[in-house]
């Protein structure tokens, strides 16, 4: 009998199964460790580094992971647009990056640095463009339309570089910039900020902000509602090149020099602070400042590592391992709330 009356409170839904109770509790858990869990394990390493890292605690390392971290941070906020749409990357901001810093000094060096910074936008605008109208309206994969163009982009560079170095003015304005600090904070570190609070208004202010994200959450509503989704596409791949050139404007200001191999592995470190940051590769959740706050992770664990004396192939083990972490943590959050 009593058997009974569970059973008919169950099909009633006045009682769930304790089996179910503990699934949705687990479920519920991964979605916050998901969405939230970025704001504790950023606390919980900064209070480990504090308190166990030598040299941590120091005005010049905390000013050297302030120089480090922007331009990766600045090139992964704008590429937060194009993964937050999803399914998409950007692996093209590698070459975009090495492309500004190199015009930059190099146009300048000859023309001044007003030209310099239009002829980087116009490269910017190319390269967001033609990745947007591939992917946009071609429905072209995005991984092998941003490494094509990747490789076009770097071998141009090549080309017209010849694969030198280009090094800026001691007394310029690109390395004033670089070394000017407001107290112990670099500028870098300042326009990252900026940067952040820009797109972070652009993504959730404005109608163009709110279609990237609806188009991430449902294409194909999205696209019934009239929407030229095209363009989206490309309005996302447009803000992560501008992006990423502000992002090698940063870089070379902070060395005063330019060469097409000095952003390697920049989209690979970007990708991995959005990731760690908890937007979804899937498209449709994530924000800005969670991105920012993944830079700040990735940045302290990698200065941790360095300090520890790990070696360059044990850091990337490490950042590889985060991003598989991060991912499944994201995949399993995923399946558990479209149930």
């Given at each position: 009998?009593?058997?009974?009356?569970?059973?008919?409170?169950?099909a009633?839904?006045?009682?769930?199964?304790?089996?179910?109770?503990?699934?949705?509790s687990?479920?519920?858990?991964?979605?916050?460790?998901?969405?939230?869990g970025?704001?504790?394990?950023?606390?919980?390493?900064?209070?480990?580094?504090?308190?166990?890292?030598?040299?941590?605690?120091?005005?010049?390392?905390?000013?050297?992971?302030?120089?480090?971290?922007?331009?990766?941070?600045?090139?992964?906020?704008?590429?937060?647009?194009?993964?937050?749409?999803?399914?998409?990357?950007?692996?093209?901001?590698?070459a975009?990056?090495?492309t500004?810093?190199?015009?930059?000094?190099?146009?300048?060096?000859?023309y001044?640095?007003?030209?310099?910074?239009?002829?980087?936008?116009?490269?910017?605008?190319?390269?967001?463009i033609?990745?947007?109208?591939?992917v946009?309206?071609?429905?072209?994969?995005?991984?092998?339309?941003?490494?094509?163009?990747t490789?076009?982009?770097?071998?141009?560079?090549?080309?017209?570089?010849?694969?030198?170095?280009?090094?800026?003015?001691?007394?310029?304005?690109?390395?004033?910039?670089?070394?000017?600090?407001?107290?112990?904070?670099?500028?870098?570190?300042?326009?990252?900020?900026?940067?952040?609070?820009?797109?972070?208004?652009l993504?959730?202010?404005t109608?163009?902000?709110?279609?990237?994200?609806?188009?991430?959450?449902?294409?194909?509503?999205?696209?019934?509602?009239?929407?030229?989704?095209?363009?989206?596409?490309?309005?996302?791949?447009?803000?992560?090149?501008?992006?990423?050139?502000?992002?090698g404007?940063?870089?070379?200001?902070?060395s005063?020099?330019?060469?097409?191999?000095m952003?390697?592995?920049?989209e690979?470190?970007?990708?991995?602070?959005?990731?760690?940051?908890?937007?979804?590769?899937?498209?449709?959740?994530?924000?800005?400042?969670?991105?920012?706050?993944g830079?700040?992770?990735?940045?302290?664990?990698?200065?941790?590592?360095?300090?520890?004396?790990?070696?360059?192939?044990?850091?990337?083990?490490?950042?590889?391992?985060?991003?598989?972490i991060a991912?499944?943590?994201?995949?399993?959050?995923?399946?558990?709330?479209?149930?």
């Amino acid at each position: 009998m009593a058997q009974e009356t569970l059973t008919e409170q169950m099909a009633l839904g006045e009682m769930p199964p304790a089996d179910d109770k503990v699934k949705k509790s687990r479920g519920a858990a991964v979605t916050w460790v998901a969405e939230n869990g970025i704001f504790v394990f950023t606390a919980i390493l900064v209070l480990f580094a504090v308190l166990f890292i030598d040299g941590f605690v120091s005005l010049q390392n905390i000013t050297d992971v302030f120089h480090r971290a922007a331009p990766i941070g600045i090139v992964a906020v704008g590429m937060t647009f194009v993964v937050i749409s999803g399914n998409y990357l950007d692996l093209s901001v590698v070459a975009q990056v090495a492309t500004a810093a190199v015009i930059l000094i190099a146009v300048s060096n000859e023309y001044g640095i007003f030209l310099a910074v239009l002829a980087s936008l116009a490269a910017a605008l190319v390269y967001g463009i033609v990745n947007g109208v591939a992917v946009g309206y071609f429905k072209a994969n995005a991984v092998i339309v941003t490494l094509s163009t990747t490789y076009i982009g770097l071998g141009v560079l090549r080309y017209f570089s010849g694969g030198s170095i280009f090094f800026g003015p001691q007394d310029g304005p690109i390395r004033e910039f670089g070394l000017a600090k407001l107290g112990p904070v670099p500028y870098s570190a300042l326009v990252l900020l900026a940067m952040t609070i820009l797109l972070s208004i652009l993504l959730t202010r404005t109608n163009f902000g709110f279609l990237v994200r609806s188009f991430g959450v449902n294409e194909k509503a999205t696209r019934l509602g009239g929407t030229n989704t095209g363009l989206v596409i490309i309005g996302a791949f447009i803000v992560t090149a501008i992006a990423a050139m502000i992002g090698g404007f940063v870089l070379a200001a902070f060395s005063n020099t330019a060469v097409s191999a000095m952003s390697q592995g920049y989209e690979f470190r970007a990708l991995a602070a959005i990731i760690v940051g908890g937007t979804s590769v899937f498209g449709g959740r994530g924000s800005i400042f969670r991105t920012l706050l993944g830079v700040i992770f990735v940045s302290v664990l990698t200065n941790i590592l360095v300090l520890s004396g790990i070696s360059f192939g044990y850091q990337q083990v490490a950042l590889g391992l985060l991003i598989v972490i991060a991912v499944s943590i994201d995949a399993i959050a995923r399946k558990v709330s479209t149930r």
